[in-house]
């Protein structure tokens, strides 16, 4: 598992390993760093011999900004985790998929299958990362990897915390926004299929996200 937060990880590593008979590897890194993303990924391959699944899941947003308004450091930010991180890790773990015939997972979202006026540079990266995985996907499927792309909607999750528990608690009752574990079902149904099968993409919305439509 490769995050910033240490301590978080762990603290999910603990629950790996109390709960099920897996063992878990913490990896504290920032995935915009192109040399913590490479030594993450070797050290994985040291401690489990290999790579069967990488699954592309740091992202981060920041508030509802217009382009005019959204700082250039923010931009850079927000790009940073959500294109280049998907890019390096992508990079540094495609030769071991092409040895385990593995699977590349993405973390889409509706975001980056329709406008987004008020989050346009979030938008932007997640178009970016849908683009890049069906564009991989065409590349190495010849060599027996698969990659998938999960597109949820809302997630009750910390991800863009500082902004997202308003806009929760306003327009969603809690069974409203889709629960982490109904995403990680999806992830894992991914991650289990073996060649010459593979999800190509998989949508996981509410089911009222085109009434406003």
Known sequence: MVARREAKLQTIADRIEAETEG????????????????????????????IDVLVNNAGIAT????????????????????????????????????????????????????????????????????????????????DGIGVSIINPTEVRTEFGKEYRDEISQERFDPDEVTNPKAIAEAIAFAAEQEPPNVVNELDLYRRDKFTPF
């Open 23 to 50: 063992s878990a590897l913490v990896l504290p890194a920032d995935v915009s760093n192109e040399d913590e993303v490479q030594a993450a990924v070797e050290h994985t391959v040291e401690a489990f011999d290999g």
């Open 63 to 142: 508030g509802h900004e217009t382009v005019a308004n959204t700082p250039t450091e923010q931009y850079r930010t927000v790009m940073g985790v959500n294109v280049d991180g998907v890019f390096f890790m992508t990079r540094a773990t495609l030769p071991y998929l092409r040895e385990t015939a593995g699977n590349a997972i993405f973390l889409g979202s509706f975001a980056g299958q329709y406008p987004r006026p008020g989050a346009p540079v979030y938008a932007a990266s997640k178009w970016w990362v849908r683009g890049f995985a069906l564009s991989l996907a065409g590349a190495v499927g010849s």
